[in-house]
């Protein structure tokens, strides 16, 4: 079986993960933590990195953070990871969609604007499978109408918009570790803000918010979002080998394309935009509509074939647990509605050997012919 996602782990994961061990540092309080940080944030050009214990709960402290609360509204794609919307849900706010654009995957900018109201206090900006959203219409949306911008940059280590790191626009933004991210601490996730404030709350938020000087003494309520000192000794060993890691991938997705590109009857990732060039987080795939079964029967086939593969997100919209909230009822978001039954992604992970990616380019024109 060739597995969807293979991580890469042979650099310096072993050394640091022994230190842990040696030294006993193997809780939320080691040195690797403030080392992954700091190394992080440099990365990404902001001023504070957060270590916390997955991408989801990253998203749920920046929302917190921020003050959004019950009457605000916030501005997302519907094709999205539900972890974007549960976090803006869980803060008593509500969110408000958009579809995503056919060619790049991506929220479709052009609804934003029609979807602001006196209540809308934030843009949540979710970068998608490999390219990200076109910021600068975002940005200036969100000065004109004094709008706070949260950027999911879950899916893009090591990419840049117009040459400027992903994960450096919003006020606030989040990145996974999960293991099939170009950089994994197994699971764990990361905020990053220039804003002081901002920083100094989401700790406060990762650490049931015990106060510095009286520890077990409380004002507000917090969470244990910690991420673990051996998590961070992955993520530091990960973090080493970035650009190596973004220079394979990029070419991982360049050996789909060739082999997949004479195919009439799929859509393939965009190879790039004028703002980026594709990092190939996953290698998607969108069946047309001539295709006489859906991206589910395509899994199930690639799955006899030994292939494994993901269906692409599920829009929020057609999520039943926000029907029974009442929120996105009646509502159609037609784009996210296709490439949630037309796409999935193939093997993708950092592991995956060029011969791998020959056998698996055959099974896909296999299933289709």
Same mark, same amino acid.
């Given at each position: 079986?060739?597995? !969807? @996602?293979?991580?890469?782990?042979?650099? $310096?994961?072993?050394?640091?993960? $022994?230190?842990?061990?040696?030294?006993?540092?193997?809780?939320?309080?080691? =040195?690797?933590?403030?080392?992954?940080?700091?190394?992080?944030?440099?990365?990404?050009?902001?001023?504070?990195?957060?270590?916390?214990?997955?991408?989801?709960?990253?998203?749920?402290?920046?929302?917190?953070?921020?003050?959004?609360? &019950?009457?605000?509204? !916030?501005?997302?794609?519907?094709?999205?990871?539900?972890?974007?919307?549960?976090?803006?849900?869980?803060?008593?706010?509500?969110?408000?969609? !958009?579809?995503?654009?056919?060619?790049?995957?991506?929220?479709?900018? @052009?609804?934003?604007? +029609?979807?602001?109201?006196?209540?809308? &206090?934030?843009?949540?900006?979710?970068?998608?499978?490999?390219?990200?959203?076109?910021?600068?219409?975002?940005?200036?949306?969100?000065?004109?109408?004094?709008?706070?911008?949260? +950027?999911?940059?879950?899916?893009?280590?090591? /990419?840049?918009?117009?040459?400027? =790191?992903?994960?450096?626009?919003?006020?606030?933004?989040?990145?996974?570790?999960?293991?099939?991210?170009?950089?994994?601490?197994?699971?764990?996730?990361?905020?990053?803000?220039?804003?002081?404030?901002?920083? @100094?709350?989401?700790?406060?938020? #990762?650490?049931?918010?015990?106060?510095?000087?009286?520890?077990?003494?409380?004002?507000?309520?917090?969470? @244990?979002?910690?991420?673990?000192?051996?998590?961070?000794?992955?993520?530091?060993?990960?973090?080493? %080998?970035?650009?190596?890691?973004?220079?394979? &991938?990029?070419?991982?997705?360049?050996?789909?394309?060739?082999?997949? &590109?004479?195919?009439?009857?799929?859509?393939?990732?965009?190879?790039?935009?004028?703002?980026?060039? $594709?990092?190939?987080?996953?290698?998607?795939? !969108?069946? $047309?509509?001539?295709? =006489?079964?859906?991206?589910?029967?395509?899994?199930?086939?690639?799955?006899?074939?030994?292939?494994?593969? %993901?269906?692409?997100?599920?829009?929020?919209?057609? /999520?039943?647990?926000?029907?029974?909230?009442?929120?996105?009822?009646?509502? /159609?978001?037609?784009?996210?509605? #296709?490439?949630?039954? %037309?796409?999935?992604?193939? =093997?993708?992970?950092?592991?995956?050997?060029?011969?791998?990616?020959?056998?698996?380019?055959?099974?896909?024109?296999?299933?289709?012919?």
């Amino acid at each position: 079986m060739i597995l !969807v @996602n293979e991580p890469l782990l042979d650099g $310096n994961e072993k050394k640091y993960l $022994n230190e842990c061990i040696d030294t006993g540092w193997i809780s939320s309080e080691g =040195p690797f933590i403030k080392a992954f940080e700091e190394k992080m944030a440099a990365a990404v050009g902001r001023k504070f990195g957060i270590a916390v214990s997955n991408g989801s709960v990253a998203l749920d402290a920046a929302v917190l953070a921020l003050g959004l609360s &019950k009457g605000d509204e !916030v501005i997302m794609p519907s094709f999205t990871i539900i972890s974007c919307a549960a976090a803006v849900v869980r803060a008593g706010a509500t969110p408000v969609l !958009v579809d995503s654009d056919p060619v790049t995957w991506n929220m479709d900018i @052009n609804q934003v604007a +029609e979807k602001i109201t006196a209540r809308t &206090k934030a843009i949540m900006v979710v970068h998608i499978y490999g390219l990200p959203v076109d910021m600068d219409p975002v940005i200036e949306l969100a000065q004109k109408h004094g709008l706070k911008i949260i +950027e999911d940059a879950a899916e893009m280590h090591g /990419q840049t918009y117009k040459g400027r =790191p992903a994960g450096s626009f919003g006020d606030i933004s989040t990145f996974s570790f999960y293991p099939n991210k170009h950089i994994t601490t197994g699971e764990g996730g990361m905020i990053m803000t220039d804003d002081e404030s901002l920083a @100094n709350k989401c700790r406060s938020l #990762r650490n049931l918010c015990f106060l510095p000087e009286k520890r077990f003494y409380h004002e507000e309520l917090g969470f @244990n979002f910690r991420m673990t000192n051996m998590q961070a000794a992955l993520g530091l060993a990960q973090l080493e %080998r970035l650009e190596e890691f973004v220079a394979k &991938k990029r070419r991982m997705g360049q050996q789909y394309t060739s082999l997949l &590109k004479d195919v009439p009857s799929i859509q393939l990732p965009l190879e790039k935009t004028t703002y980026a060039d $594709n990092i190939y987080w996953v290698f998607g795939i !969108v069946l $047309n509509d001539e295709v =006489p079964f859906d991206a589910f029967e395509a899994m199930k086939k690639l799955g006899a074939e030994k292939i494994g593969s %993901r269906p692409f997100f599920w829009p929020m919209h057609e /999520q039943p647990v926000f029907h029974k909230l009442g929120l996105f009822v009646n509502e /159609q978001y037609p784009v996210a509605e #296709r490439m949630a039954r %037309r796409g999935f992604y193939v =093997p993708s992970g950092l592991a995956l050997k060029p011969e791998q990616i020959v056998t698996v380019s055959e099974a896909v024109k296999k299933i289709l012919s």
